[in-house]
């Protein structure tokens, strides 16, 4: 029966990256069934604390993330939660050694967005590295598996990963985290003020961080790649929409990927997938 339980609570965590993006829950569809299940659980965990300090905005933010966050490292400790997200999150975090650290590093970033509505340097790249970059070497935990080496040589690039996709995520929300959370997380920057050469400045620091990226992606594991290229074309797809818009209209509506698009990406990548894997699998002549 606790084979049921565990079922039901990894079902739990794939529901809500279904439920909550489209985009991450088809690139996850991409990779190796093996990697499926921890992804997922990442993702619900992390989706969770997010909501809290996002949207619960009734009731006791504070409390509910320090809860939240005593029952996460409580979980990883005693290896089991009745919480199926938590418990779905400690089964990965306990079978792949995710590093604790990471997810101190996370926590601290959701904190921050309790008080923090203005960012300097050294606390907009803390916030990124814990809400995102972590995260990203989360899933590289599990993608390289017990091969040390691989994990070390590719934490850079997992790094830019992730903050290129916190950047991108920033731009496209810049109207509703102001309006509706009051923050503004480029650094030294005024909404009401926002200019088109800070804009460019902005897609300048996010292209370099997909070009460091992208050596990286193409070094994952065959059953991690196609899922993370995904991930990748998904978000240089929504960068170049933000690229073209003005920052006239970026103060008035959010900027967005339209489904069919992500439709053809996905098709896309499973071609190339499909394709690489035909040429490994064939001999050299």
Known sequence: ????????AADCSKHITGIYSTSFSLGIKT?????????YAIYGMVRYADEIVDTFHDYDKKYLLQKFKKDTYEAIEQKISLNPVLH???KAVNRHNIPLGLIDAFFKSMEMDLYETAYGEESYNEYIYGSAEAVG?????????????AYENLIGPARALGAAFQKVNFLRDMKSD???RGRVYFPGTDFQDFKEQTKLKIEEEIASDFQLAYKGIIQLPTGARGGVLLAYKYYIGLFNRIKRVPVSRM???????????????LAE??????????LVSRPIE
């Open 137 to 149: 070497l989360m899933c590289l935990k599990i993608f390289t598996g017990k091969d040390s080496q």
């Open 88 to 90: 779905s999150f400690q």
């Open 31 to 39: 990779l190796s069934h093996k990697y499926r299940e921890p992804i």
């Open 269 to 278: 990548t499973l071609v190339q997938q499909q394709f690489s894997q035909l």
């Open 178 to 180: 102001y309006q509706e």
């Open 1 to 8: 029966m606790f084979s049921l339980f565990e079922k039901t």
């Open 251 to 265: 103060k008035e509506a959010r900027i967005r990927v339209p489904d069919l698009h992500k439709l053809y990406l």
